[in-house]
């Protein structure tokens, strides 16, 4: 047991322990199954996904949204599914996965596409911006065109900076007083959330423009998101985004807000990565 405890509690920290567990078990297995709290699943899958990147073998996260000794818990059909999909490659039609999956609901996701968007739902993971990669229903329903082919090389990362928050654009909120100088107080990088495809408020009294100046000036690694879960991300196409890019501010494709906040801790801890570079399917 890697740790056992309520999912909220888990971050960074965790996400090195268990990517450094897997690795270190490799050779050893065919395919790795970690069971997770659903609140911070996403999170983890997605860090996973990003530091084990070319791993080849599968790694399925599953959970439950019912613990597992509640008559009507999910957890059992949820473990024999991702149990189906991780020894897939054993039996026909011999599907190799060779990537990291969340396994939830009858629906097989890629790691760092899937999101939790449903607190009571029995389907509570849902991957807006790809397609699922296999759907579990009487029989197995394959999606091989989504998968990840296999990967030319293993790259192992196993660092992260966690001094990363994530700032959605609120109508009225000037940034000077709700957030102050940042850099100052330690974050060094920011998952802005803009409206659509990449806008925000553009004049000096709103305070965005002057606020992300300074924050770049002194070094403030920032990704332009969008607040919309499917879609592109074309800052350019407005005035605040045009001026964003020519601070520095990266906006490449739209990740999930999830994805965005590990890929970015993975980036603060390795200066040679790059936020629009994909690693593992994630853009």
């Known amino acids: 047991v890697a740790f056992n405890r309520d999912s909220s509690r888990v971050g960074p920290q965790d996400w090195i322990s268990?990517?450094?567990?897997?690795h270190q078990h490799r050779s050893k297995y065919h395919a790795f199954l970690i069971v997770h709290g659903t609140d911070t699943m996403a999170y983890t899958a997605s860090a996973l996904s990003l530091m084990l990147s070319g791993f080849e073998k599968p790694i399925i996260i599953t959970g439950s949204q019912l613990p597992l000794l509640l008559p009507r818990s999910d957890a059992r059909q949820n473990l024999?599914?991702?149990i189906t999909c991780a020894t897939a490659g054993t039996a026909h039609p011999f599907v190799q996965l060779h990537e990291v999956a969340v396994c939830f609901g009858g629906r097989l996701m890629r790691a760092n596409r899937a999101q939790k968007t449903n607190s009571c739902s029995y389907q509570a993971f849902d991957s807006p911006s790809y397609p699922a990669l296999a759907q579990l229903g009487v029989?197995?329903?394959?999606?091989?065109?989504?998968?990840?082919?296999?990967?030319?090389?293993?790259?192992?990362?196993?660092?992260?900076?966690?001094?990363?928050?994530?700032?959605?654009?609120v109508p009225g909120c000037d940034p000077r007083m709700a957030y102050g100088d940042l850099y100052a107080r330690g974050v060094r990088g920011v998952?802005?959330?803009?409206?659509?495809?990449?806008?925000?408020?553009?004049?000096?009294?709103?305070?965005?423009?002057?606020?992300?100046?300074?924050?770049?000036?002194?070094?403030?690694?920032?990704?332009?998101?969008?607040?919309?879960?499917?879609?592109?991300?074309?800052?350019?196409?407005?005035?605040?985004?045009?001026?964003?890019?020519?601070?520095?501010?990266?906006?490449?494709?739209?990740?999930?807000?999830?994805?965005?906040?590990?890929?970015?801790?993975?980036?603060?801890?390795?200066?040679?990565?790059?936020?629009?570079?994909?690693?593992?399917?994630?853009?």
């Open 191 to 283: 998952v802005l959330e803009a409206f659509g495809l990449g806008n925000f408020p553009d004049t000096p009294a709103h305070g965005w423009m002057p606020w992300l100046r300074q924050q770049r000036k002194q070094g403030l690694l920032i990704n332009l998101a969008s607040q919309c879960t499917i879609g592109d991300i074309r800052p350019e196409l407005y005035r605040s985004g045009f001026l964003a890019l020519e601070m520095g501010i990266e906006a490449g494709p739209q990740m999930t807000p999830e994805c965005a906040v590990a890929k970015m801790m993975l980036c603060l801890a390795y200066r040679d990565l790059n936020l629009s570079s994909p690693l593992a399917g994630e853009l």
């Open 139 to 169: 029989e197995v329903d394959w999606n091989q065109s989504a998968l990840l082919p296999r990967p030319k090389a293993y790259q192992p990362r196993f660092k992260l900076d966690h001094r990363v928050i994530r700032i959605p654009i």
């Open 80 to 82: 024999i599914d991702s």
């Open 18 to 22: 268990l990517a450094k567990m897997i």
